[in-house]
């Protein structure tokens, strides 16, 4: 650092949040990338959506998800919300419009993924160099020269997690990860031939047949594109129906193994037609998944440059990790997370003033911060969605509320 070379940062990752981690660093002459990713495509079809408040251009506007509103202003200063701001509005103007495109309703994974790598390989390399290849933990460890970054963004089965605090490394699995499993779910997508938007009042009517096996859409994950919606929603399942279910399958495959499923979609889906008189296009397609709520309980190798003199690599040298590495979500919110992580780790980098310990201690205060806003997002969408399960039966709603 301040020897004048540009400093090397190694994201290992480029996933969504890798590849704006890169994005972000290339377009500071103070650094030259490397990225390293396994996958030689980008195949992941699954429409995801973006929080509108990456793009906020005021602290108002950035807090008004209806949830998560409050828990902003609880947890963060005005003044770090001004820089996050700040930072966000210096962003080169090419990654900005990427933003504002996928904000404005569903785009499937391997979109983003494409754009930004794109992005990155259209601009010119300064400095930025690619390598295809599966990075092991002793290859992160010893790639480190003493004044290199070190940047973990391989996602939710992160290659470093667990190698961040001094005696955990190959210890222990899990030792730096803390994990609440929320529920199992189906994640269930349909297109259908005519707009259609869903809010709590349309949930509850569509689903009032349903006893079991609610279909919940995602508000503001139905999105019209001019001729067809796309509708994406969960339903609950149980830990045994997750064990029978392959991690993927389509509507037909549903039907003839979990009729129970495929009969409350039928009358959900029944009552849109109704109402707007359209067909569905195709097959539903499914997903099964554990929804778990997890940080690494460490965001940093802080805890490697408190613990004495030492030659590992990550004694003298920072490492961080971003993205689904360092926290994941349900519920649709990750990728926006992570974004935020790439944003304020590369606002932190771009601040060559800062000692290396009041850098790793800031980035574990900000990571801290946005796991209290998820954790008590989910914690809220997960209680919400069982007092649906229950709205017609009072005394068990009244058993899940705990008033006082
Ligand atoms: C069904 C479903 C729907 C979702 N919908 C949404 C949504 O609507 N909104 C939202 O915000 N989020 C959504 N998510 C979550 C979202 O997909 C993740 O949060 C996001 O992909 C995480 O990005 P990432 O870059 O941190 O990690 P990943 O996307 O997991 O990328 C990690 C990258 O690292 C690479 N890698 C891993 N290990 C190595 C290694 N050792 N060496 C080299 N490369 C390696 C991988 O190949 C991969 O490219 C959804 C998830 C699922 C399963």
Not at 56 to 80: H, M, N, Q, V
Not at 160 to 177: C, E, I, K, Q, Y
């Amino acid at each position: 650092m301040g020897s004048g070379r540009p400093q090397a940062v190694h994201v290992i990752g480029a996933g969504p949040v890798g590849l704006m981690l890169t994005a972000l660093l290339q377009s500071m002459d103070e650094f030259s990338v490397r990225l390293y990713e396994k996958r030689r495509e980008y195949t992941r079809t699954r429409m995801v959506q973006l929080a509108p408040y990456l793009v906020a251009d005021s602290i108002e506007s950035y807090r008004t998800d209806a949830i998560d509103g409050d828990s902003i202003e609880a947890l963060f200063d005005p003044l770090e919300l001004e820089k996050g701001l700040a930072f966000r509005q210096s962003m080169p103007a090419d990654l900005t419009a990427l933003l504002h495109d996928w904000t404005v309703g569903f785009c499937p994974l391997n979109a983003i993924e494409r754009s930004l790598s794109d992005l990155i390989d259209a601009r010119g390399s300064n400095g930025l160099r690619r390598s295809a290849t599966v990075i092991s933990a002793e290859e992160a460890e010893t790639m480190l020269e003493p004044g290199d970054v070190l940047i973990d963004c391989t996602g939710s089965n992160s290659l470093l997690r667990d190698h961040l605090t001094p005696g955990s490394s190959g210890v222990d699995d899990g030792a730096n990860t803390f994990k609440i499993r929320l529920e199992y779910a189906l994640v269930i997508t349909f297109l259908y031939g005519q707009p259609y938007d869903c809010n709590e009042y349309c949930k509850y009517y569509k689903n009032r047949d349903n006893a079991q096996y609610k279909f919940i859409p995602m508000v503001h994950r139905t999105h019209y594109d001019g001729s067809v919606s796309h509708v994406t929603g969960i339903v609950n399942i149980t830990a045994e129906d997750y064990e029978a279910m392959p991690s993927r399958f389509d509507g037909q495959w549903l039907r003839s193994n979990f009729p129970g499923v495929a009969e409350s979609m039928d009358r959900f889906i029944d009552k849109i037609k109704q109402e707007t008189d359209g067909e569905i296009i195709g097959d539903l397609q499914i997903v099964r998944i554990p929804l778990d709520l997890y940080r690494a309980r460490n965001a940093t190798n802080r805890k490697w440059l408190t613990a004495g003199p030492s030659d590992h690599p990550f004694a003298s040298s920072p490492v961080f990790l971003a993205g689904d590495s360092a926290i994941g979500s349900p519920y649709f919110q990750s990728i926006s997370l992570g974004f935020e992580s790439a944003m304020y780790l590369a606002g932190l980098l771009a601040q060559h003033d800062l000692p290396l310990k009041g850098m790793l201690d800031r980035y574990e205060v900000f990571m801290y911060k946005q796991w209290l806003r998820v954790y008590m997002r989910s914690k809220m969408i997960k209680h919400n969605k069982d007092l649906f399960e229950s709205v017609d039966d009072p005394l068990a709603l009244l058993d899940k509320l705990h008033i006082y």
